[in-house]
């Protein structure tokens, strides 16, 4: 790998009151530590896109994202840091976020489509007119997904497996982590090869298709989803909020309220269902993304 200078995700026990009662045993693995500005589950679900602009010779990258998008955020940081331009089609108009700040500090050239026009990104045409002004670059689909993406993920349990040792563990029963295409998901189903379940923390409403995408992926076995939406993607409500802080407060692992915070809350509900039995030893993914939460938190 030509991007192995990145740091590795820490694996750390996770100290919550609720894990203690239920006598289940949780270690995170923080992809929020990799690096200030590279990281979380967008950096694995990069790299084979990386790989890919480096053999084809492409002189940058571009993809599109809204405009609190960790996606577009970590493609701007892979791109300065390893020597690609970038370019971003975002959704809606022109609008000034912490995010957006951050693109245009990276050299990330931005396009702003609106709405119908960032509507029309799965049209077949959508492409034409951005491969003849940026000739030859990779083009990324929304949120860095498929295939391409959920192999990058398959490092993620590398990095937990050379860890668990030093946890004083000799395995573990479970993963758990937020799911919004269920890409990342699926990269740790395809890596695990049925060994251990994955569960999933669905962070979006039943019509945006997750089963469907992790099925057409990984197809049916070999994980499990709960719905943990709690009204829209990034709808934020007052016990998600109060939730975050408290766990802020008690383990220091600082969490935003889109995926990561969404995710921990509904583990603790399935934990404090009897959903895992005691001495369960389970890996939560820290799957990064709080650049985002500058806006709200
Ligand atoms: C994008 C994102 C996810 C969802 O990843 P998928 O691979 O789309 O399921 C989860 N957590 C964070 C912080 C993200 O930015």
Redesign the pocket.
């Known amino acids: 790998m030509i991007f192995d200078e990145l740091a590795q995700a820490p694996l750390q026990p996770l100290h919550l009151p609720w894990l203690e009662t239920a006598g289940v045993a949780c270690a995170v693995l923080r992809l929020d530590l990799i690096d200030p500005l590279l990281s979380?589950?967008?950096w694995f679900?990069l790299q084979h896109h990386l790989l890919a602009a480096r053999r084809q010779g492409a002189a940058g990258l571009i993809s599109l994202g809204g405009n609190h998008s960790?996606?577009l955020h970590a493609l701007a940081a892979a791109g300065k840091r390893f020597g690609f331009a970038t370019a971003g089609l975002l959704r809606g108009h022109e609008q000034d976020t912490p995010t957006v700040r951050d693109l245009k500090a990276m050299g990330m050239q931005l396009h702003w489509l609106g709405f119908a026009g960032y509507r029309a990104r799965h049209a077949v045409d959508f492409w034409a007119p951005w491969q003849a002004r940026y000739p030859g670059w990779h083009c990324i689909a929304e949120?860095g997904?498929g295939l391409e993406?959920a192999r990058g993920?398959a490092a993620i349990i590398e990095q937990c497996r050379a860890q668990l040792a030093a946890l004083g563990w000799e395995d573990y029963h479970a993963w758990w982590?937020?799911?919004?295409?269920?890409?990342?998901?699926a990269g740790l189903v395809l890596a695990e090869a049925g060994a251990h379940p994955v569960h999933?923390a669905v962070?979006v409403p039943a019509d945006h298709g997750?089963e469907q995408n992790v099925t057409a992926l990984v197809g049916a076995h070999g994980y499990h989803l709960h719905d943990a939406a709690r009204g829209g993607f990034a709808h934020i409500d007052s016990e998600l909020l109060a939730f975050i802080e408290q766990t802020e407060r008690q383990c220091g692992v600082p969490l935003?309220a889109?995926?990561?915070g969404k995710?921990l809350l509904a583990l603790r509900d399935q934990v404090q269902a009897g959903r895992f039995a005691r001495g369960s030893r389970l890996v939560f993914v820290h799957?990064?993304?709080l650049q985002?939460r500058r806006g709200y938190l």
Do not use: I
């Not at 982590?177 to 998901?185: E, F, K, N, S, V």
């Open positions: 979380g589950n967008k679900k960790n996606h949120g997904g993406g993920c982590l937020a799911a919004g295409t269920g890409t990342t998901l999933g962070a997750v935003e889109v995926y990561t995710a799957t990064g993304g985002g």
